[in-house]
Protein backbone atom coordinates (compact mmCIF):
# COMPACT_ATOMS: atom_id res chain seq x y z
CA UNK A 1 0.00 0.00 0.00
CA UNK A 2 2.99 2.25 0.93
CA UNK A 3 3.78 1.92 -2.79
CA UNK A 4 0.84 2.65 -4.02
CA UNK A 5 -0.16 5.65 -2.62
CA UNK A 6 3.74 7.39 -3.45
CA UNK A 7 3.10 6.37 -6.71
CA UNK A 8 -0.33 7.83 -6.63
CA UNK A 9 1.15 10.93 -4.94
CA UNK A 10 3.71 11.32 -7.60
CA UNK A 11 1.90 10.77 -10.26
CA UNK A 12 -1.34 12.85 -9.04
CA UNK A 13 -3.48 9.65 -9.25
CA UNK A 14 -6.37 11.72 -6.52
CA UNK A 15 -8.86 8.17 -6.47
CA UNK A 16 -5.86 6.02 -5.21
CA UNK A 17 -4.26 8.60 -3.49
CA UNK A 18 -8.15 9.57 -1.43
CA UNK A 19 -8.23 5.71 -0.94
CA UNK A 20 -4.74 5.17 0.68
CA UNK A 21 -4.85 8.23 2.83
CA UNK A 22 -8.56 6.91 4.13
CA UNK A 23 -7.11 3.58 4.76
CA UNK A 24 -4.09 5.10 6.37
CA UNK A 25 -6.22 7.75 8.65
CA UNK A 26 -8.41 5.02 10.13
CA UNK A 27 -5.15 2.86 11.50
CA UNK A 28 -3.00 5.41 12.62
CA UNK A 29 -6.40 7.25 14.11
CA UNK A 30 -5.18 11.09 15.70
CA UNK A 31 -6.98 10.45 19.00
CA UNK A 32 -5.34 9.09 21.96
CA UNK A 33 -8.45 7.10 22.89
CA UNK A 34 -8.29 4.92 20.34
CA UNK A 35 -4.11 4.05 20.64
CA UNK A 36 -4.01 0.11 21.07
CA UNK A 37 -1.91 -1.66 23.44
CA UNK A 38 0.23 -3.19 21.01
CA UNK A 39 2.37 -0.53 18.67
CA UNK A 40 0.83 -0.35 14.97
CA UNK A 41 3.25 -2.10 12.20
CA UNK A 42 4.67 0.14 9.35
CA UNK A 43 4.82 3.21 11.87
CA UNK A 44 8.12 4.24 9.90
CA UNK A 45 5.87 4.04 6.48
CA UNK A 46 3.41 6.09 7.85
CA UNK A 47 5.94 8.64 8.98
CA UNK A 48 7.31 8.65 5.86
CA UNK A 49 3.93 8.74 3.89
CA UNK A 50 2.56 10.93 6.28
CA UNK A 51 4.79 13.84 5.20
CA UNK A 52 3.55 13.84 1.55
CA UNK A 53 1.06 16.53 0.34
CA UNK A 54 -2.56 16.51 1.23
CA UNK A 55 -1.66 13.60 3.72
CA UNK A 56 -4.12 13.08 6.68
CA UNK A 57 -2.52 13.99 9.79
CA UNK A 58 -1.35 10.32 11.05
CA UNK A 59 2.46 11.79 11.70
CA UNK A 60 2.09 12.19 15.53
CA UNK A 61 0.12 8.60 16.19
CA UNK A 62 2.90 7.46 13.71
CA UNK A 63 5.76 8.78 16.06
CA UNK A 64 4.30 8.11 19.24
CA UNK A 65 4.10 4.20 18.33
CA UNK A 66 7.87 4.24 17.24
CA UNK A 67 8.69 5.87 20.15
CA UNK A 68 6.99 3.40 22.54
CA UNK A 69 8.54 0.30 20.53
CA UNK A 70 7.61 -0.18 17.16
CA UNK A 71 10.83 -0.05 15.75
CA UNK A 72 11.69 -2.94 13.32
CA UNK A 73 12.82 -1.11 10.57
CA UNK A 74 14.50 1.79 12.37
CA UNK A 75 17.84 1.39 11.08
CA UNK A 76 16.21 2.64 7.33
CA UNK A 77 14.83 5.70 8.53
CA UNK A 78 16.08 9.08 7.67
CA UNK A 79 18.31 10.79 10.28
CA UNK A 80 16.32 13.50 10.48
CA UNK A 81 13.08 11.35 11.59
CA UNK A 82 15.50 9.49 14.20
CA UNK A 83 16.48 12.41 15.55
CA UNK A 84 12.91 13.41 16.28
CA UNK A 85 12.22 10.65 17.85
CA UNK A 86 15.04 10.26 20.04
CA UNK A 87 13.35 13.88 21.25
CA UNK A 88 10.48 12.32 21.76
CA UNK A 89 11.46 9.20 23.36
CA UNK A 90 12.72 11.72 25.70
CA UNK A 91 10.37 13.83 26.68
CA UNK A 92 7.99 10.84 26.87
CA UNK A 93 10.40 9.77 29.71
CA UNK A 94 10.06 13.68 31.33
CA UNK A 95 6.22 12.99 31.47
CA UNK A 96 6.43 9.95 33.02
CA UNK A 97 8.40 11.48 35.84
CA UNK A 98 5.71 13.76 36.30
CA UNK A 99 2.75 10.97 36.55
CA UNK A 100 4.88 9.49 39.35
CA UNK A 101 4.18 12.67 41.08
CA UNK A 102 0.88 13.60 40.05
CA UNK A 103 -0.78 10.00 41.55
CA UNK A 104 -0.01 10.53 45.17
CA UNK A 105 -2.58 12.88 46.89
CA UNK A 106 -1.93 15.42 48.62
CA UNK A 107 1.37 16.31 46.40
CA UNK A 108 2.93 18.06 49.41
CA UNK A 109 3.22 16.27 52.71
CA UNK A 110 0.19 17.05 54.14
CA UNK A 111 -2.68 15.43 55.18
CA UNK A 112 -5.37 15.11 53.22
CA UNK A 113 -8.35 17.83 53.78
CA UNK A 114 -11.14 15.62 53.69
CA UNK A 115 -10.17 12.41 55.82
CA UNK A 116 -6.63 13.49 57.23
CA UNK A 117 -4.93 10.53 55.95
CA UNK A 118 -2.83 12.56 53.25
CA UNK A 119 0.03 9.81 53.69
CA UNK A 120 -2.32 6.55 52.41
CA UNK A 121 -3.10 8.06 48.97
CA UNK A 122 -0.48 6.63 47.25
CA UNK A 123 -0.81 4.65 43.95
CA UNK A 124 1.84 1.79 43.50
CA UNK A 125 2.90 2.24 39.89
CA UNK A 126 5.79 0.38 39.76
CA UNK A 127 4.84 -2.18 37.37
CA UNK A 128 2.72 0.36 34.70
CA UNK A 129 6.10 1.90 34.43
CA UNK A 130 7.91 -1.55 34.12
CA UNK A 131 5.37 -2.00 31.94
CA UNK A 132 5.01 1.17 29.59
CA UNK A 133 8.73 2.69 29.94
CA UNK A 134 8.00 5.16 26.97
CA UNK A 135 3.87 5.02 26.96
CA UNK A 136 2.98 7.36 29.00
CA UNK A 137 -0.56 7.52 27.42
CA UNK A 138 -1.59 4.08 28.13
CA UNK A 139 0.07 4.36 31.34
CA UNK A 140 -2.22 6.89 32.25
CA UNK A 141 -5.10 4.67 31.44
CA UNK A 142 -3.77 1.79 33.29
CA UNK A 143 -4.01 3.90 36.16
CA UNK A 144 -7.18 5.39 36.06
CA UNK A 145 -8.76 1.65 35.47
CA UNK A 146 -6.79 0.85 39.30
CA UNK A 147 -9.09 -0.15 41.84
CA UNK A 148 -8.65 3.36 43.53
CA UNK A 149 -10.35 2.87 47.04
CA UNK A 150 -8.69 -0.47 47.36
CA UNK A 151 -6.06 1.63 47.61
CA UNK A 152 -6.93 3.91 50.26
CA UNK A 153 -7.70 6.63 48.61
CA UNK A 154 -11.30 8.69 49.63
CA UNK A 155 -13.49 10.23 47.25
CA UNK A 156 -12.17 13.93 47.31
CA UNK A 157 -8.62 12.69 46.77
CA UNK A 158 -9.69 10.21 43.83
CA UNK A 159 -11.54 12.72 41.96
CA UNK A 160 -8.79 15.35 42.18
CA UNK A 161 -6.26 13.07 41.20
CA UNK A 162 -8.28 11.37 38.40
CA UNK A 163 -8.96 15.02 36.54
CA UNK A 164 -5.03 16.34 37.48
CA UNK A 165 -4.34 12.78 35.25
CA UNK A 166 -6.82 13.34 32.88
CA UNK A 167 -5.56 16.93 32.14
CA UNK A 168 -1.96 15.65 31.81
CA UNK A 169 -2.97 13.01 29.42
CA UNK A 170 -4.37 15.49 27.18
CA UNK A 171 -1.62 17.75 27.62
CA UNK A 172 0.79 14.87 26.57
CA UNK A 173 -1.54 14.34 23.16
CA UNK A 174 -1.31 18.03 22.89
CA UNK A 175 2.36 18.80 23.24
CA UNK A 176 3.72 16.02 20.99
CA UNK A 177 2.64 17.61 18.01
CA UNK A 178 5.01 20.28 19.30
CA UNK A 179 7.55 17.65 20.23
CA UNK A 180 7.61 16.12 16.67
CA UNK A 181 7.88 19.73 15.16
CA UNK A 182 4.06 19.69 13.70
ZN1 LIG B 1 -8.54 11.67 51.77
Same mark, same amino acid.
Given at each position: ????????????????????????????????????????????????????????????RAFYD?????????? %?????? $??????????? *??? =??? +???????????????????????????????????????????????????????????? %?????? $??????????? *??? =??? +?
Amino acid at each position: MALIYKAANFWRMDRYETFCASILSRLYVDDYTQITEQPLDHARIAVELGKLPKSTPILRRAFYDLARGAGDLLG %TMASGD $LIILLKLQKKL *IYA =WNN +LSTSSSYPRSSGKCNDCGHGGRHRLNITNIRKKYPFDPLLAIQAILNKDWPEAGFCQTAE %TEVKEK $LNSQRSEIWNS *INV =WIG +L
